[in-house]
């Protein structure tokens, strides 16, 4: 396997409260060079019904003005791997992204991982130099399927909402 580098900065602006981690970019957001985009992923579904906003248009700008409108920085945990598809668990020889600069620059007050990878590799590789523990979100992937049915999974991401009430 090959070492890929992310392609994207993080988005976020000097008012964003929270911060929402992927663990990677799979392949389909990598080529459309933007965060989320596999049409099956729930992302933007989820993520506007917990911020009670109609969900943004489809384009990057779109999309890029909804997160910073409702003070939302996004970004993920990793800098480059070795990466099979967008299977979290084929992950290997990970270069974490540096996230002090970025929470220096904004109001970040909790930091959000879509997933049990991001969580468990942000709270052991990067939680000490960010200077906080990442809180878990259930992924929005379509593999995740079967649990974003159950009550449990919007709970978990109303927990975004909760901080954000609080602004």
């Known amino acids: 396997m090959n070492i890929i580098e992310h392609p994207l900065g993080p ?22 060079r ?5 049409p099956q992923n729930c992302f933007w579904t989820v993520l506007s019904f917990v911020l009670g906003e109609a ?5 990057s700008a779109s999309k890029t ?18 990466i099979e598809g967008a ?3 084929s992950i290997r020889d990970p270069v974490f992204n540096k996230f002090r600069p970025l929470i220096e620059a904004s109001e970040i ?14 709270n052991e590789h990067c939680s000490d130099e960010a200077g906080t523990k990442a809180v878990y979100l259930p992924s929005t992937s379509p593999a995740n399927r079967a649990y974003r049915s159950k009550p449990a999974f919007m709970e978990h991401w109303m927990r ?6 609080n602004s």
């Open 11 to 32: 988005i976020f602006n000097t008012r964003s409260k929270v911060l929402i981690l992927g663990t990677f970019p799979s392949p389909k957001s990598r080529e459309a």
């Open 55 to 59: 969900s943004p248009a489809p384009d």
């Open 109 to 122: 007050e909790a930091i959000f991982t879509t997933g049990k990878k991001a969580t468990l590799l942000f």
């Open 34 to 38: 933007f965060f989320y985009a596999h």
């Open 87 to 89: 299977s979290d668990s």
């Open 65 to 82: 003005a909804f997160l910073l409108k409702n003070r939302v920085a996004l970004w993920d945990v990793i800098h480059s791997c070795a």
């Open 160 to 165: 975004v909402h909760d901080i954000l009430k």
